[in-house]
Structures are given as C-alpha cells and as structure tokens.
C-alpha cells in the first residue's frame, strides 16, 4: 500500500503542475464518512464556498466513504501529497506520534459542547494544530461530529455489562485504556470495515456517534445502544503543508475564509444531525435506545476517570490539567 500511495504522490504531483498551468488548483479533499455526515455535508459546504471566493480558481473534489483511502493510509498519502485535505479523527494523530491528541479522547473530559468549544476554538486548540507542521501537516480547524454512545448485542445498562466483549476501538492508546478499564476487549479496525465485523460477530460492539451508527447502517446490526455521551469524536481539518504553503496569498486567504466559514456550519449542525439521527435510529425499531439514570451514568463515570491518570503522562499531564482549568472538570 505504502508503493501505491507513494505512485500516486508522483502521479498528484505531476498532474497539480498541470492544473496550476492551466489555471486551476485541485484540491482532492478525502474523507471516510457518508456524505450526509456532519463532516460530509461540512465538506461540501467548504469545496462550494472555496470555489466561489476564488472564482473558480480553486476546484475541490471531495472523496467520502473511503473511496480513496481507508482511515490507515489517508494521513501517509497527505503527507506524500496524493491527496491535498482530510478531516481525521483527532485520534489519528497519536499513532502519527502527537499523542496530545489523544487527549480528546479520555472519557468525561467535556461534558457538553460549551465545554468542548473553549479548548477547540481558543489558545489550546490552536498550540495543538501547531504541533502537526513538523509532520508536513498545516492544521487548519476542528469540527465537530457529536459525544460517543456505546452499542452492542446486549443491554449495557452498567460498566459490567461490557466485560469481556470486543469492542472495535479507533488505534489510540487511550480508547485502548478505556475499554480495558470496562473489562472490555478493545479491537483496532478501520471504521470502513466496522458494519461487516458486526454483522459477523468478529467484533460485539463499538461507540460512535448517533450520525455514524445511522449513516453507516450500524443500527441494522446492533441490537442494544446506550446514551452514554462518554467520549467525543471530532476532527481536525488539514492540508499538506507544502502545498498549502506554496499557494498564491491570495487564494490562500479565500480559502481560510471558506474554512472559517464552513467550520461555523460544521459545528453549528453537529448537534441537531445527531440528535435527528438518535431518533431515526429510535423509529428504525432495530436498536433499543437505553438512557441510563444520573446514578448509572455516575457508575461509568467513576470506572472511566481512573484513565485519565493512567494516560497523563502519553498526553501531558501539563494539557490535562489546563483543559480541566478551562471547562471546570470536575471528578465528582
């Protein structure tokens, strides 16, 4: 695959040399979702925005559902150049080695939204994006998908109820911790691949998003979900850094403002595609939607927190303890 990604590097690069003469820049912008995802729809919005304001300058096409990449290979084909943009799961970027990442993905770290907004659109957000320009990767933005539930074949109505079950995780250290911490079985696997191992039984259960497990059609294979709302999955919008580098100013400067812009639209429909997603889920009659009372929510509270003292020293104990400042965390 590394040969196939690195062909296609030469073959891009070879091609933007052509575009550019003639006029326009390509921008193939690769994602792994449906189109009707936040992130899909978030997408579109900014290839339509970034091809208006640069009048046509600029052509963005956009690839969802791993049509070009699986999750695995699509940040090694950035960084060589055979794609251009890509809005990964910030738990991608500890394998790439930022393991401050990973930091998002400790369980109960954000409550809600508002808590979530002052660490990705402030000073934190920022000094973590900055941390990708070694890597050959300009970090543009967050945006946001919505707060992880867990699903299986079974009720999962308290932390037990996830003991020995194989639980697809995304590859970050941290999710791998969380689920041990439930007595679960974490199994690493591209999210292309997650409706099959359902469906097969190579794997029990998995956490998303409502927006995922609907569009994805994981509901059809997954009997029992919980509105746990333990972990948040979000992205980070990036360029290769050389390219982006290497823009006009001007275009450049257009294209930041269509970031701008269709970040705001990302994170402004997050919430409300999820929760419409919730209920088509809920009406599908597939899967049962248990919502566990505040004492239950409490006991998978209480066996997930020891994580982020497990985990402080992988993602900077200095970054946990400055979130925790910022949103009002509180272990109790």
């Known amino acids: 695959m590394k040969l196939q990604i690195a062909a296609l590097a030469i073959l891009a690069g070879s091609l933007s040399g052509v575009a550019c003469a003639a006029g326009e820049i390509v921008i193939k912008f690769s994602h792994v979702v449906a189109q009707d995802t936040p992130k899909g729809k978030a997408a579109e919005y900014f290839k339509k925005l970034a091809e208006e304001r640069t009048k046509g300058k600029v052509k963005v096409q956009v690839y969802p559902n791993s049509q070009l990449y699986k999750d695995k290979e699509e940040l090694e084909a950035l960084q060589l150049g055979a794609v251009q943009m890509l809005a990964p799961s910030l738990a991608k970027f500890g ?22 907004h002052k660490v990705t659109q402030g000073p934190v957000g ?3 994006l900055g941390k990708l ?10 945006w946001d998908n919505g707060f992880k539930h867990f699903s299986a074949n ?4 308290s932390p037990a109820d996830l003991k020995g079950l194989k639980m697809r995780i995304q590859s970050s250290k941290v999710l791998d911790e969380q689920m041990r911490a439930l007595g679960a079985l974490p199994q690493v696997m591209a999210f292309s ?39 948040y999955l979000g992205y980070a ?9 290497g823009l006009p100013a001007d275009v450049r400067g257009q294209l930041d403002s269509a970031i701008r812009d269709a970040t705001k639209y990302a994170n402004d429909i997050a919430k409300k595609e999820n929760d ?17 009372t505040p004492t239950e929510r409490e006991a998978f509270k209480k066996a997930m927190l020891p994580v982020h003292t497990k985990m402080a020293e992988r993602v900077g104990p200095a970054l946990i303890k400055t979130i925790y400042q910022q949103t009002g965390f509180s272990a109790n």
Do not use: C
């Not at 394998?95 to 979530?116: A, C, M």
């Not at 320009?133 to 967050?142: E, P, W």
């Not at 191992?197 to 998995?206: E, I, K, N, P, Y």
């Open 95 to 116: 394998p790439l080695g930022v393991k401050e990442f990973e930091v998002f993905d400790l369980p109960y770290i954000f409550d809600n939204y508002d808590e979530l």
């Open 133 to 142: 320009d070694s890597k050959g990767i300009k970090g543009l933005a967050f």
């Open 126 to 128: 920022q000094q973590l």
């Open 193 to 231: 691949e997650v409706y099959q191992a359902l469906q097969t039984g190579v794997v029990d259960g998995t956490e998303n998003p409502p927006s995922n497990m609907y569009t994805q059609k994981m509901y059809e294979v997954q009997k029992h979900m919980t509105t746990t709302a333990h972990g």
């Open 154 to 157: 079974k009720p999962l109505k």
């Open 276 to 292: 419409a997603d919730l209920a088509k889920i809920a009406k599908s009659g597939k899967t049962a939607i248990y919502n566990p």
């Open 237 to 245: 919008v990036i360029v290769n850094k050389r390219f982006w580098d």
